[in-house]
């Protein structure tokens, strides 16, 4: 399973970058940098950092508005990935993209239909936002899993991406149930590394070296 890191902050990249695969934003993570970056330099220090894919959100309403804005953030890189929302006008302009060779990642999916049309207008990835389904009740994973059964028996190319990813948990079931992508928040996958077990014994290693180094004391 790829590795998405959801942030658009450039230091949190770098920190992470030997296990990421390729990096997700939307508006409010990159609001969130304060003007740190203009929008483009942004983006460029991404792309020098990371050379999987970078999905970059389309922010205009008709289809035709957001085909034209996705060639232009296409333009910025190489890798970027144009996100385009669940809606009627974001599935054709989907089309229209990847006719270009633009992978589009189709974001804002909370159910397996919604996953499966937009393997229809070709997109690259199904966002299914999990957190967000189970906030209201919903298992947020079953939708992961039927997604991911859907592309199978069908032999779609597009890549179920599990979101709105909150806890360890989700990490695991994405991967349980084949998630091809998981695009990951900072402080979760920070919890990934973690684990009480591993904490005791490199203390006690470190310990035991530092007695050795005492001469046994």
């Known amino acids: 399973m790829e590795i998405f890191l959801d942030t658009a902050d450039i230091d949190e990249i770098r920190k992470y970058a030997s296990v990421i695969d390729g990096v997700t ?3 409010s993570l990159v609001a969130a940098q304060g003007g740190r970056f203009s929008f483009n330099d942004l983006i460029n220090e991404i792309a020098a950092e990371i050379p999987g894919p970078i ?4 922010v205009s309403h008709t289809a035709d508005e957001m085909v ?3 060639r232009a953030l296409a333009g910025l890189s190489p890798n970027i990935v144009i996100k385009l929302p669940m809606t009627e006008a974001g599935l054709a302009a989907t089309r229209r993209l990847q006719a270009e060779g633009i992978p589009v990642n189709v974001t804002l999916i909370f159910s397996a239909n919604q996953a499966f049309l937009a393997a229809k207008a070709g997109a690259s ?3 299914i936002f999990v957190g967000r389904l189970d906030d209201i009740g919903h ?4 939708v992961v899993e039927d997604a991911v059964t859907v592309m199978k028996n069908y032999d779609f190319p597009t890549k179920v991406l599990t979101a709105s990813i909150r806890h360890p948990m989700h990490v695991l079931r994405a991967l349980k149930a084949g998630s091809q992508v998981a695009t990951i928040p900072p402080n979760v996958l920070a919890q990934l590394y973690r684990h009480p077990l591993s904490d005791a014994g490199l203390e006690k290693f470190l310990a035991d070296w530092q007695r050795m180094q005492d001469g046994g004391r």
């Open 55 to 58: 999905s970059v959100e389309a």
């Open 25 to 27: 934003t939307n508006p």
């Open 125 to 127: 990835y199904a966002s």
């Open 139 to 142: 298992d947020g994973m079953q």
């Open 68 to 70: 034209e804005e996705g």
